[in-house]
């Protein structure tokens, strides 16, 4: 069993930054692939980005390339998401996810077994 607890959401205004955590339990969490994902009132839920378990491959939609980044430390079983020139479009709920997939599948919310209960992110005009 894997928990997740994302932390670092908050308000802030266009163009700053924010990095969000994403703490993670179970002794098998660095064997696993880590996804961020986003929802915004009465929208689907996106994908934002997303690492492979040993961190060197990554993934990024392109409304977030360039701006925000994905890493991760498996000693301290914490994922990271860097987020730079914040857009009022970025404000939404964000989820840390965990699970054993294909790099190909980095994109899909069905594919990951576990969900944080996520953290806010306001970004002001």
């Known amino acids: 069993q894997v928990q997740l607890v994302e932390s670092g959401g908050g308000l802030v205004q266009a163009g700053d930054s924010l990095t969000l955590s994403c703490a993670a339990s179970?002794?098998?969490?660095?064997?696993?692939?880590m996804g961020w994902f986003r929802q915004a009132p009465g929208k689907e839920r996106e994908f934002v980005a997303a690492?492979?378990?040993?961190?060197?491959?990554?993934k990024y939609p392109d409304s977030v390339k360039g701006r925000f980044t994905i890493s991760r430390d498996n000693a301290k079983k914490t994922v990271y998401l860097q987020m730079n020139s914040l857009k009022p479009e970025d404000t939404a709920v964000y989820y840390c996810?965990?699970?054993?997939?294909?790099?190909?599948?980095?994109?899909?919310?069905?594919?990951?077994?576990?969900w944080g209960q996520g953290t806010q992110v306001t970004v002001s005009s």
């Open positions: 996810a965990a699970g054993v997939l294909y790099s190909s599948d980095y994109s899909l919310d069905s594919k990951y077994d576990y």
């Open positions: 690492i492979s378990w040993s961190g060197g491959h990554t």
């Open positions: 179970g002794r098998t969490v660095s064997s696993y692939a």
